[in-house]
Every structure is written in structure tokens, then in C-alpha cells.
């Protein structure tokens, strides 16, 4: 599946570096995220990708959340008239008065960090690797039955996996090997 920012900062603290593609959902692809915002060193938001400083930071609640989130709060008539309204991640406050508002979550902030990353060639090289080695266990499911060990305790776990991984190398081999006795045969 889709890796989500939770996920991203779970992986981080146990020292592993996920690669997976993040689902954007609804957002659009000229979205601007939290990633362009400059933040200092206590999380909070110095400017917004154009150059604005929020008016103040606070708690609100969302609508993903039960409790209240840091939010940073923008002047209203600079967001009216920015020419990114619409794809920023700061949003126009739901009762048409107040401040533009932008929630400030660690797991967020780790989602738009991935999806800009996402958004390179480079990211999608390494994500290749990845997607062949799925490609892998899924053969290793699905032909050799991976999935379902008739064996428990796992000396025996063990000994059936590296079994049904030689053979999958084994065919593997085999193919190439076919393909030329056939084709010296055609000749």
C-alpha cells in the first residue's frame, strides 16, 4: 500500500529508511506543502513559501484530529490575493471569516517531504528496486506458496523458505538456459 506520514516517522526512529510512494489523496499536483514553508528549530512557521510570516501560532482542532493541533495562522488579505491560493497547504477558514490556518503536524510535515521527493525522477530509480523485489514475493506467493507453510517452529520455516527460494532462483536460471537450446535447435 501507501505509505502515510506516520508510517514515514515510525520507520525514521527504528532507523529505517521506507520507501514507498505517499497517497496523495485529494491533493492536487501543483499542491504546495508544508516542505516550502521555512520552520525553526522549535517547529514553528517563520515564513510561507512567498515570503509571509504568520500572524500567530495556536491550538485548534481539525478535522482529523480530536485534539487540538499547532496551527500557524496567516493575514487573510495576503492569502486572498496570493497567486498560490488554492494549491497551498493553508486553508481558508471554514466560516469565511478569520485567518488562513495551516496545521503543523510532525506526520504531515514528513507526508510533504515525501511527496516532493516523490516528485523527482531520482525518487522513482530507487523506488524500482523495490517495486522488483515485490515482483519477487509475489512469484514466491504465488507459485511456489510462500504464503501458505504447511510447516510451524521455524528451523522448519526456515529450511521451507530457502527451499522455495532455490527453486525460484533455480527456474530463474533455467529460463535463459531453455531459450538458447531452443533457439541453437531452430537454427
Known amino acids: 500500500g501507501y505509505a502515510s506520514g506516520v508510517a514515514i516517522l515510525q520507520s525514521k526512529q527504528a532507523g529505517v529508511e521506507l520507501i514507498a510512494p505517499v497517497n496523495a489523496g485529494p491533493l492536487e499536483e501543483e499542491h504546495v506543502g508544508r516542505d516550502q514553508f521555512t520552520f525553526d528549530e522549535q517547529g514553528h512557521v517563520v515564513q510561507c513559501p512567498k ?50 490556518h495551516m496545521e503543523i503536524r510532525d506526520s504531515l510535515l514528513a507526508r510533504d517531504r515525501a511527496l516532493a521527493l516523490q516528485r523527482q525522477k531520482e525518487w522513482w530509480t530507487t523506488y524500482a528496486i523495490r517495486s522488483g523485489v515485490e515482483a519477487t514475493m509475489s512469484e514466491l506467493k504465488r507459485s511456489h506458496g510462500l504464503g501458505r507453510l504447511r510447516v510451524r517452529r521455524m528451523p522448519r520455516v526456515r529450511l521451507a523458505v530457502g527451499l522455495k527460494v532455490t527453486a525460484c532462483n533455480v527456474k530463474r536460471w533455467l529460463r535463459p538456459q531453455r531459450e538458447k537450446h531452443v533457439q541453437k535447435l531452430a537454427k
Open 51 to 100: 515570503g509571509h510570516a504568520p500572524i500567530r501560532h495556536g491550538l485548534r482542532r481539525s478535522d482529523t484530529t480530536y485534539k487540538p493541533e499547532l496551527h500557524a495562522f496567516f493575514d487573510r488579505k495576503l492569502c486572498d490575493q496570493c497567486p498560490l491560493l488554492g494549491k497551498c497547504a493553508s486553508r481558508r477558514p471554514s466560516s469565511g471569516k478569520g485567518l488562513y
